[in-house]
Structures are given as C-alpha cells and as structure tokens.
C-alpha cells in the first residue's frame, strides 16, 4: 500500500465553494472511448498526481501549456515556461509553436519537452500553474511530430479522446485552476488509481484540518476499494463525514453524471470509505442517509 505526504497548501484545503466557502467535494467521472479511459475529477493539484500520471509514461514528456501568476516580470507579463523552467533547474528543449497557437486554450506558444522524472522538481510545490497541459510521446520526437502533436490536440473537442490520433502517447493531463483535471489514458489502470489518489488527498486535508500540522502521511486505499466503486457507477461525489486524530471518514453520492461546479450535491451517502490512520488501512461500507459538508 503505498503511502503519501499531503500538505497544508494542497487542492482540498486551498479550494472551497460559494460564498459560506465550503469545503470542496471529491469528484469523479470515468468512461472509455476508442481504447482511452477519460477521467474528470477534483480537486488535485498536478503535482499531486504526478507519479500515478507518468507510472507508465513515455520518458518524454511535453508540456504543452502553462500559465501562472507565480512567475511574473515587472509588467505583470508571465515569464516563458522555458525561463520557468531554467529558475527550477529543469533542463529541457524548447520547440516554439507560435502565435497561432494562441486561440487553443491547451496550447501555449512553446513547448518544453522533458524527462519524466523531472516533472516533479518543475511542479515543486512552491509554484503553482493555474493551466497546464501535459501529455507524452515517444523518444526522439520530430519538430514536426511536435507541430502535429499541437494540432491535434489545438483542434480536439472537448469531449473526444486524443490519444487514438497521437502516436504513441499513453497519457494526457490538462489542469484548471490548481483543482479541476482531465486526464486521459491507455492504462486501464490509471481510473482507479487516480480515485484512490483522491481519496487521501481529500481524508489527509481533513486530518490537517483536525491537526494544524503543515503535513501528513496518509496511505492510499488499496486498488480493489477504487475498482469496486467505479465498477458500481462510474460517477461519485464526496465530502468529509468525520474526521478525528487517526480516523476519517468519507461519505460517497453515486451520481447520474460527473458533477460540475455550481450543482448540488446529493443529500444521500451511497458508500462510506473510512481510513484508520492508526493500522494504515481504508475500509468501505453501505453509505449513510445524510451527507453534509464539513
């Protein structure tokens, strides 16, 4: 069971609804198209997410959009992702795409491809993007596979998958505003440890909460807890029920469609997912009539 460090600064506890700033609730959504698992959820940082992204990528990553308030000249004008990336010791190459590129809200107007395993010190959590896109390829990629790369994904639908008309590229990130996501994947796994992920991220901001600590070492649910609820229903929604020193529990709304901002959420707990700190391990049981937000 692999365990994670959840800080103070991440999605679930810098994220809140409507004016009474409530907490924000868990959300997912999977379904499969053209041999790819499309996944919406919230709330989670990319850096969060990072290594269940990239557990098997391609070497090559591209980051394909950034933008952040993080990284500002005097005139307020962001700096370039390549000079963002040089303030964090990232090396990496730099393809410029050009203003064309402008009118996609997933493109920016250069590329920086790189290694994996160095997404995490690009994404150290002292700076946060508010857009980035990611998605990888195949080592050695042309300039003008990357050219095609950005059509492809500047002229893609909302709603259709990627992946079938990129070849050789296993995973594709696009986040909004340090909470909301869509990935798409090859790896049939990937839903479910995406869902797991949430699950701790969400029971570790209430254990902080409860705390005051700056951080907490939270373990994931095991894979076939994720994998029995998207079997259920591909749609959940989740709010904290309780949460002590060594116990959280979870309350989760199995919903007809993925939930979008602004809706209400569901008055019934269909599951309850319960992690006891104390022996490292998660639980899930029948749900609970009421759910309310902590």
């Not at 997404?119 to 596979?145: C, H, I, K, M, N």
């Not at 696009?174 to 049939?188: F, I, K, N, R």
Request: charged share 20%; with cysteine; hydrophobic share 45%.
């Amino acid at each position: 069971m692999a365990v994670i460090k959840v800080e103070r600064h991440g999605a679930f506890n810098v994220n809140c609804v409507g004016w009474e700033r409530l907490p924000f609730p868990l959300s997912f959504s999977v379904r499969e198209a053209e041999g790819s698992w499309m996944i919406s959820a919230a709330a989670a940082r990319a850096g969060e997410l990072i290594d269940v992204l990239t557990r098997t990528a391609n070497d090559t990553v591209v980051v394909v959009n950034l933008a952040t308030n993080s990284f500002l000249h005097d005139d307020y004008q962001q700096w370039r992702p390549s000079l963002i990336a040089a303030e964090q010791g990232v090396d990496c190459t730099v393809h410029p795409v050009g203003p064309w590129a402008s009118g996609s809200i997933e493109l920016g107007e250069e590329f920086l491809t790189l290694h994996r395993n160095s997404l995490p010190r690009f994404l150290s959590s002292d700076w946060s993007p508010y857009e980035l896109s990611l998605v990888d390829v195949p080592a050695g990629a042309t300039p003008g596979q990357l050219d095609e790369l950005a059509l492809v994904i500047g002229t893609a639908a909302g709603d259709e998958p990627v992946l079938p008309r990129l070849d050789g590229s296993r995973f594709w990130f696009s986040g909004h505003d340090d909470c909301y996501l869509a990935v798409e994947s090859t790896d049939p796994a990937m839903p479910s440890s995406i869902l797991g992920r949430l699950l701790a991220l969400l029971a570790g901001s209430a254990l902080l909460g409860a705390s005051g600590a700056p951080s907490v070492s939270v373990p994931e649910p095991e894979s076939a807890l994720s994998e029995q609820l998207i079997a259920e229903n591909p749609h959940w929604s989740g709010v904290v029920g309780r949460a002590s020193g060594t116990t959280v529990t979870v309350k989760l709304s199995a919903l007809p469609e993925r939930w979008r901002l602004g809706q209400q959420l569901p008055e019934r707990a269909d599951r309850t997912a319960t992690l006891d700190l104390a022996h490292g391990v998660w639980h899930l049981a029948a749900g609970e009539s009421q759910v309310s937000l902590r």
